[in-house]
């Protein structure tokens, strides 16, 4: 019997073989254990992912870069802006996180939501890598879903505390009008909420992230919420619920990609936001209820999550599942 209404995807091959980093490359497996150990999920809960194609990859990815990446031919900066040691292990891992978001892409559409336990590399561009991610899984998935004719719109809401430069950059055809959003926050910590000027594309970007961190030059999103530091639950949650409604007041998309970092939380080393674990579970609930009540499928993937305590990370993202569980329940 499964319990969950819908799948997760893992591979015991996501982890990423950087050595120590702060990147706990370990936390794929760790999360998968803690579900099945809790009985969140069961065995049968879980969809093994194939590596993505290379023509896949290239729906995104430079021919260039490829093969530069295939060959292990990055020059020494192309490897120090990656911030993760190259080796062709590696390759491999991320080609099969593209092959988890491509396998989870496909799943939301059919069951409403997936769940890759993985991916979110939303730092890659199409011609390089940079700050732990060498390929963005997540575009390579809408590019599939859109190839293969199964959608034509789609939404990233990306709640990393890194804003999702990669992301803005490959979509950077889809704009909105401009002018500031209303604010529904009589919080004195107002974030700096743009949004950009002209309109047309296909793919529709949300980032809410900390303003004062990495990347230091953000492109522009649809809608960029420049958060200042240490906001904490409330104010983070009626930001992100107000970025959700102008959006989707906008745009329809028929996919929406949550790249759900678990990096806003405040005792993490990356980070300098002040959301508490119950906040991020509160901030998963909001965004899987606005898609469960407009009937927009949501495919998830986990991003970063660097807390002082792995089990923290761990927490964080196995309630992202225990969240998608309650809101899609029945
Ligand atoms: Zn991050």
Known sequence: ??????????????????????????????????????GVAEVSDFLTPQPASD????????????????????????????EIPYSPELVRAFWLAAGGSILAADRALKD????????????????????????HDVAVAIRRMQRDHKITRAMTVDCDVHQGNGTA????????????????????LSPAVTTRSSHTGDVFTI????ENNYPVSKPPSSIDVNLPDGIGDDDYLAWLDNALSSGLRQFEPELICYIAGADPYR???????????????????????????????????????????????VTIHSNTVIAAREVFAG
Request: charged share 20%; with cysteine; hydrophobic share 40%.
């Open 207 to 210: 980032s809410l992230h900390q």
């Open 55 to 82: 023509e896949d990859i290239l729906l995104v990815h430079t021919p260039l870069y490829v093969q530069k990446l295939k060959t292990g031919t990055l020059s020494p900066r192309e490897e120090l802006e990656l």
């Open 1 to 38: 019997m499964t319990m969950l209404p819908f799948k997760l995807v893992y591979s015991d091959d996501y982890y990423l073989p950087i050595g120590a980093h702060v990147f706990p490359a370990e936390k794929y497996e760790r999360v998968h254990n803690r579900l099945i150990e809790t």
């Open 112 to 135: 409403r939501v997936a769940v890759n336990l993985g991916g979110g590399f939303h730092h890659a561009f199409p011609d390089h890598g940079e700050g732990f991610c060498m390929i």
């Open 267 to 313: 005792e993490d080393q990356l980070g300098g936001l002040a959301l508490t674990i119950e906040g991020l579970k509160r901030r998963d609930e909001l965004l899987f209820r606005v898609a469960r009540t407009r009937s927009i499928p949501v495919m998830v993937t986990y991003a970063g999550g660097y807390a002082q305590r792995l089990e923290d990370t």
């Open 169 to 188: 950059a490959i979509f950077a055809g889809t704009r909105i009008p401009g002018g500031p959003l209303p604010s529904t926050s009589a919080s004195v």
